[in-house]
Structure formats: structure tokens, C-alpha cells
């Protein structure tokens, strides 16, 4: 490893389950485009690994895409509100000042998200950690 981060060559030595570990947490939910990833290896390239996953991702039936959306979690949502969000969707939710709402904006959010959820069977998604608060809130009246 090298300032704490993984090598491209140890990605590519990896067993299933230790790759799964490594690069898991790059999707909300289950693991199974990281491991469709696995079995496209070696790659010659990190963008050739993000190629692969994306592409895995893209070419899914629409069922297993829905359930990759069903899986991520709300915004300012149970999960969030009870701390155990995983820890890129804390860190992401925080950069946007998601974890410094009054009660009265929690319960915006609570609303707004049970209401899109209910339209499209499943969560609003957003890169939460390139946005802030009002253009969050600006996104759901978008869609």
C-alpha cells in the first residue's frame, strides 16, 4: 500500500472477498458489481477499473439497477439520524452540512424524501458531498 491507499497491482492479486472489502464501499448496498468487477481482472489501469464497474452498472438488467438505487440510503434519513450510515455516506452527507439541520429542516427532508420515494419506488440520489443544503432541497423540486 502506498500513503494508505491500495496499489493497482495489489487490486488486481486480490481474492474475491478482499476485493469486495477494498473496493466495496464505492456502491451503497450489495457487492455485486465490485464482484462482477473481480472477475474482469487483472486491469491495466484505475480508469480501466472504473470502466469495468461502470459498465457492470450500465449493462445490469433494470431490475438490479432499481435495487441499487433502493439501496442507498435517504438523505437525513434513519440511517443518518441514527448514526449508522457507512462511512463515505456520513462523510458525504456532512460536506453538504446535511448533519447541521434544524428539526424543522430534518423534517423538509423527511418529507421530501418519503414523497420522491413514493413517486419513483425508490431514494432521491445526489452527490451529496458536491452540493449544499438549498441546492439539495432545489434538486428534489427539479425532478
Known sequence: MENGQITLSEINTLDQPHFIQALGSLFEGPPWIVAGAWRKRPFTSRDA???????IMYEAPGE???ELLQAHPDL??????AGTLSPSSTGEQAAAGL?????????TFTRLNAAYTER????FV???RE?????????????
Open 64 to 66: 438490479r439497477q432499481v
Open 49 to 55: 477499473l472504473y470502466r469495468t464497474l461502470c459498465t
Open 126 to 128: 445526489i452527490c451529496a
Open 99 to 107: 448533519n447541521r439541520l434544524s428539526p424543522e429542516e430534518i423534517a
Open 131 to 143: 452540493n449544499k443544503k438549498e441546492s439539495i432541497l432545489a434538486g428534489f423540486a427539479l425532478r
Open 76 to 81: 437525513v434519513g434513519r440511517a443518518a439520524l
Open 120 to 123: 419513483f419506488r425508490f431514494p
